[in-house]
Structure formats: structure tokens, C-alpha cells
């Protein structure tokens, strides 16, 4: 996707307040209902002959207490069980599987109020800021670029491995949402990171044919005419009750963001003041040494985050923005463009950093 700039909306010029980090769940922070898809994906690997013992291998899930409704899971026991999946069932098919079923929890309140908007902006704004009920384990943002609003997805909390499947199965689930809600298929466009998979005729049939693997982001993008256009399927008499239900804030959990996430957000907004590792875990309330703990734990490091913030950063003002390569180089806290060039190179493989 060497055509698809990875950004926030925030990202049209360098913010001029400094952000403080707010509160943010771990990799080890129980809160995702066990008995909705962590369940629903285990039904379907029993039912494909997956022995249970071997699924629920080194997970801590007992699949009768999820059943029941008593378990939360951390994001590592979903993650383990998504491994353990893959491991055992041959079938490609699952995540997209769970994503058409995705939203069809009865008694989810932020689903109900994703499911009773008037028109796709709608549900954008409502999956964008539920996105802890929704979809945790995906760090969400959403930019307008030119004639078109696209949804990125990084990992929000350290996925690893699990990372294709998550994307195959929210990426699916938003936009079956969305081909139910308008009655028709609506022109999204696909991005992946990773590389073209063996099984490309299930992002084919499940998504489109619109699909472009190793790419700079993962995303999901639409032409901005479709936004407002009315949604069909939808109980105009329940919208009302749904969104208050909605709006009444978990008591398990605040809404936050998963550590990488927040970790994103500071160095994204702090970029005018060049964050190093001392000054981000000064802000996070932490050592040095326990920020680079707290970073292996989930699988990244400081230097990892950074450059992902930058490389984001590079590519919109560049692409979208139409910054001179000098203009992103100050900006980037570069001593001069030849330097933005070598790490532009390092960040995406060798694309271009041509304006």
C-alpha cells in the first residue's frame, strides 16, 4: 500500500498542547467479556474437532465460567487462544467467521447503540468512541483524507502473531455491519501489513476484491460520499434508549486505551517536544527501566514506538498535508532532509520519500 498514509486527524499540523497520558488497560488487565466472540470462537474450533484441552492450553480459560457470563479475559488469554486456534485447526475462515456475527450481542449496550445510528458517520463516531467495548484490542483512529475517510487499526496492547487475525475478524465485522445497515455492499478498501496469505480467496469472498496486503497501514477506507447516506435496517424507536444505555460509562472499566495505544497518543501529540524514553516514563510515572520493562511486556520497545509515530507523522504531512521534505525534517526533529531520507527508507521498506 504504498499509496495509503497512515495518520490521525490531529496529524494536519504539529500540536501545540501537551498531553499528558490518561489511563490505559495492560496485555494482564482482565476486562473483555468471555462469554461474546472469545466464546463464540471456541464453539466453532470444538465444533470443527479441536480437542478442548489443547485449545485451552496455557489460556487460564475455563470455558464453563465464560459460558456462564463470570469470566473476563485479559488480551494475553485472548491472544493465547487465538494461537492455540491456528495451531490446531486448519481453517482460515474463522476470524471472518466471527466478524459477520460480531455485533450481534443482545445484550451489549454499545453494540445496541452501534447497530441504531441513522448513517455510516454515525456508526464511525460511536465505534470511535466505544471502541474499549467494541474493539480493544485494535488502537482505532480515524482521518479524512481528500475525497475519503479511512479507519486505521494498529495493535493497541501487544497482539504479535494474533495480529492478522484480529484485523481479518474486525475489519469483516464493521463492514458486514455496514453491508447490512445500507442493504447493499458498501466500496470499502482493504490494507494489510502483513503479506499476501495463502488463503486470499477468503478476503475475497468475506471482504472484496479491493484488498492490498504488505502495506504502510492497516485500514479500512471509503469514498466520503457513502457517509451520510440514510441506513435502512435500522429501529429508529430504539436509538434513543440504545445511546443512553450506551453513554452510561462501564463499571468495570473506563473507557481507556490499551498501553501501546496511549503510548501512541503521547509521543503523537508530544512530537513538537521530541520525547525521549526519560521523558516519556517521567510522564507515564515511571523508571526508565520500568517503561522498558513495561514495553517488552507487551512486546515493542521505545525506539519501535517512536519511529511509528514518526513514519506516520512523515507520510501524512508529505502525502496529505503537502509539507516540503525540510518542512516533515524540522518537524521530525531531523539535523537535516538527507537523514529523514535514511530513516524514511528504514521505516517503510524502502518506499520513496518523494515530494
Keep these: 500500500m504504498n499509496s495509503m498514509h497512515n495518520t490521525v486527524n490531529e496529524s494536519a499540523g504539529v500540536v501545540g498542547h501537551y498531553y499528558h497520558p490518561a489511563p490505559y488497560f495492560e496485555i494482564d488487565t482482565p476486562f473483555i467479556p468471555g462469554h461474546e466472540w472469545p466464546?463464540?470462537?471456541i464453539d466453532m474450533a470444538l465444533s470443527r474437532g479441536v480437542e478442548e484441552y489443547k485449545l485451552l492450553r496455557g489460556t487460564g480459560i475455563f470455558r464453563?465460567?465464560?459460558a456462564n457470563k463470570n469470566s473476563q479475559l485479559a488480551p494475553q488469554q485472548c491472544f493465547q487462544?487465538?494461537?492455540n486456534m491456528q495451531k490446531q485447526i486448519h481453517s482460515n475462515e474463522l476470524g471472518f467467521l466471527l466478524g459477520h456475527e460480531f455485533f450481534s450481542s443482545p445484550d451489549n449496550p454499545a453494540i445496541a447503540a452501534l447497530t441504531q445510528v441513522a448513517n455510516l458517520q454515525a456508526a464511525i463516531d460511536r465505534l470511535i468512541e466505544h471502541q474499549t467495548q467494541l474493539m480493544p484490542l485494535l488502537n482505532l483512529r480515524v482521518c479524512y483524507e481528500h475525497d475519503?475517510?479511512?479507519i486505521y487499526g494498529q495493535d493497541a496492547c501487544g497482539a504479535e502473531k494474533a495480529m492478522p487475525f484480529l484485523l481479518e475478524m474486525m475489519f469483516t465485522a464493521f463492514s458486514s455491519l455496514?453491508?447490512?445497515q445500507n442493504g447493499e455492499n458498501l466500496p470499502w478498501q482493504f490494507y494489510f501489513t502483513h503479506s499476501k496469505p495463502h488463503y486470499i480467496?477468503?478476503?475475497?469472498v468475506h471482504l472484496n476484491n479491493h484488498v492490498q496486503f504488505s502495506s504502510q497501514a492497516n485500514a479500512m477506507a471509503i469514498a466520503r460520499d457513502y457517509l451520510h447516506?440514510?441506513?435502512n435496517n435500522r429501529c429508529v424507536s430504539r436509538i434513543t434508549d440504545a445511546f443512553a444505555i450506551a453513554n452510561v460509562p462501564s463499571q468495570s472499566m473506563p473507557l481507556q486505551r490499551g498501553f501501546l495505544s496511549e503510548l501512541y497518543h503521547y509521543l503523537h501529540h508530544n512530537i513538537q517536544h521530541n520525547p525521549n524514553l526519560e521523558q516519556t516514563a517521567d510522564a507515564f510515572g515511571m523508571s526508565s527501566a520500568s517503561l522498558k520493562r513495561k514495553l517488552k511486556k507487551h512486546h515493542s520497545h521505545f525506539q519501535e514506538q517512536y519511529d511509528l509515530v514518526r513514519k506516520d507523522l512523515a507520510l501524512?504531512?508529505?502525502h496529505q498535508a503537502g509539507w516540503s521534505k525540510d518542512q516533515v525534517a524540522q518537524a521530525l526533529h531531523f539535523y537535516d532532509v538527507a537523514n529523514l531520507r535514511r530513516a524514511f527508507k528504514k521505516w517503510t521498506g524502502g518506499l520513496s520519500a518523494s515530494r
Design 229 to 231: 447516506r440514510p441506513w
Design 201 to 204: 480467496e477468503q478476503y475475497e
Design 39 to 41: 466464546l463464540a470462537l
Design 81 to 83: 487462544l487465538i494461537n
Design 316 to 318: 501524512y504531512w508529505l
Design 178 to 180: 455496514s453491508r447490512w
Design 148 to 150: 475519503r475517510l479511512v
Design 64 to 66: 464453563e465460567d465464560i
